[in-house]
């Protein structure tokens, strides 16, 4: 029997950056991926197109699938020679019940890695500005389970040992027994004003954090309403974060925004948005699929009749040149005039040693526009008199995509979506349609566009555009925001 490779993965706590870098080529390399809520869902973009995506679920008082069915999933990819991830919140080794599907893997001779991850217990503290040792404060800490295997739920502890001999304390999974959490703690020594920190979401921009004492922190929460996924802090160290608090309170803190577009295209304006503190969260929607034949091809050749060929990206003038190499066709036997939509394409074609002109409307008498599938119909609309189309790609959905758009979304991980130009407006639409999720699914975000024409093509589709940008991208979305700051505080 064929034995696949198991790769226990560790995702970190949120921020989509702390992933490993061994977990990360885990999941690009791996054909099944079985993920649970914790997780980033951002991640699932980094999957292969054609993985099969498995959701594990794993909310309080309600799982999708049981410990025991996730365990007979892994082994039923693995036994048929299948790389697996099996993709968990923060680090599978702590309480992430790794050591139970490492004994499985074991027992039926299946290879397999534990890639750690960093800790909610680490990363949501630091986030937080709270340390969990210093040399005064704090030389010693403990991570402790906060939920029981009772029917009650309530932790089974030393509450003694755990009172005297630890300073710093992290509970997980405790919110639900927080009050009697910090009852048994006072009742065997710890002082009622011992500093408590509670933080939800730790790591993303939607992170919250109560601070208390062991004597009000059950209420604060309570008032608040504060629930999982969280952890609780306590220890004298929490008091530092007067000091060292650094993550929250930056100006677009709370923020989350959604781009439809690949994330090399928007590198600066992802950087500067981060160092604001929102998350943001950029990945194409679509997937390309080469549709470009020798027939179509083979027709550019030569000059029977007067025709313009317009290369529309710098993507499409490699993506024909690389068709014609694979169908055995000489681009050299090409004898019509080149144009190039832009400087920026002409300057691609004539570094591959085609001379271009820049394309000019009135010039052209049958142009042939040479393009990916959203370029050529961006195109199309814009452009009035006849022409004809080489589509060098087509547009399709992957699973992944879905997974990563919709969870996003629904599991409140984005609060806005921004595009920035008509091709991400028409891929959304293209993807939407392709892969059957309903339009209303953006009717609870902020709906950011750049560009008069990419708001009038969004509604004309029936999806409402909230705010507009025409100028720079940054200072245009600080701007939307703060807008929107003042007007809450206002009312």
């Known amino acids: 029997m064929e034995r696949g490779m198991v790769y226990l993965v560790g995702a970190g706590p949120g921020d989509a950056e702390l992933i490993s870098l061994k977990g990360k080529r885990a999941l690009q390399q791996a054909e099944v991926v079985i993920f649970d809520r914790l997780i980033n869902p951002f991640l699932l973009t980094y999957a292969k197109e054609d993985a099969k995506l498995i959701y594990c679920g794993k909310q309080p008082c309600r799982h999708t699938l049981r410990q025991e069915d996730i365990q007979k999933e892994i082994l039923i990819h693995a036994r048929k020679g299948k790389t697996v991830v099996r993709l968990k919140g923060g680090d599978p080794a702590v309480f992430g019940r790794v050591g139970e599907e490492a004994e499985l893997l074991a027992e039926h001779h299946i290879p397999y890695e534990i890639v750690p991850g960093i800790t909610a217990g680490i990363a949501a503290t630091a986030y937080a500005g709270v340390p969990l040792t210093h040399r005064v404060h704090s030389d010693s800490f403990a991570v402790v389970t906060g939920h029981g295997s009772k029917k009650s739920g309530t932790p089974e502890i030393n509450w003694q040992a755990l009172s005297k001999g630890v300073k710093t304390i992290v509970f997980y999974m405790g919110i639900k027994h927080l009050k009697t959490i910090a009852a048994e703690l006072m009742s065997r020594g710890k002082v009622s004003e011992t500093p408590v920190l509670v933080v939800q979401w730790g790591t993303y921009s939607k992170q919250r954090t109560i601070e208390g004492t062991l004597a009000n922190i059950a209420r604060k929460v309570a008032q608040a309403g504060v629930t999982n996924p969280a952890i609780i802090v306590v220890g004298e160290v929490v008091a530092l974060r007067s000091k060292l608090a650094w993550y929250d309170n930056r100006r677009l803190s709370g923020r989350s925004i959604l781009i439809p577009g690949p994330e090399k295209k928007h590198l600066k304006l992802i950087d500067q948005v981060k160092q604001q503190g929102a998350d943001v969260f950029a990945f194409p929607l679509l997937t390309e699929r080469a549709t470009a034949d020798r027939h179509q091809l083979a027709g550019l ?191």
Not at 388 to 416: D, G
Request: include cysteine; charge should be negative; proline fraction near 3%.
């Open 301 to 491: 050749l030569g000059s029977n009749k007067p025709r313009e060929l317009v290369f529309l990206s710098a993507e499409s003038v490699q993506l024909c040149l690389q068709a014609f190499g694979e169908h055995k066709l000489d681009f050299r036997h090409v004898h019509s005039p080149i144009y190039a939509v832009d400087p920026s394409v002409r300057q691609t074609l004539r570094s591959v040693g085609i001379q271009a002109e820049l394309l000019e409307d009135s010039r052209l008498e049958l142009p042939v526009f040479i393009g990916k599938e959203a370029e050529v119909e961006s195109m199309r609309h814009q452009y009035e008199r006849p022409a004809e189309e080489l589509i060098l790609t087509k547009q399709q959905v992957s699973q992944k995509n879905i997974e990563a758009f919709q969870r996003l979304i629904r599991e409140q991980h984005v609060n806005a979506l921004l595009i920035t130009s008509r091709v991400e407006a028409m891929q959304l639409l293209t993807f939407l349609t392709l892969s059957g999720i309903e339009a209303e699914i953006c009717n609870g975000l902020q709906l950011i566009c750049k560009g008069k024409d990419v708001k009038l093509l969004l509604e004309s589709q029936k999806i409402a555009v909230q705010s507009l940008i025409e100028g720079d991208e940054l200072a245009g979305l600080l701007d939307i925001f703060d807008i929107e700051e003042r007007v809450v505080m206002e009312g």
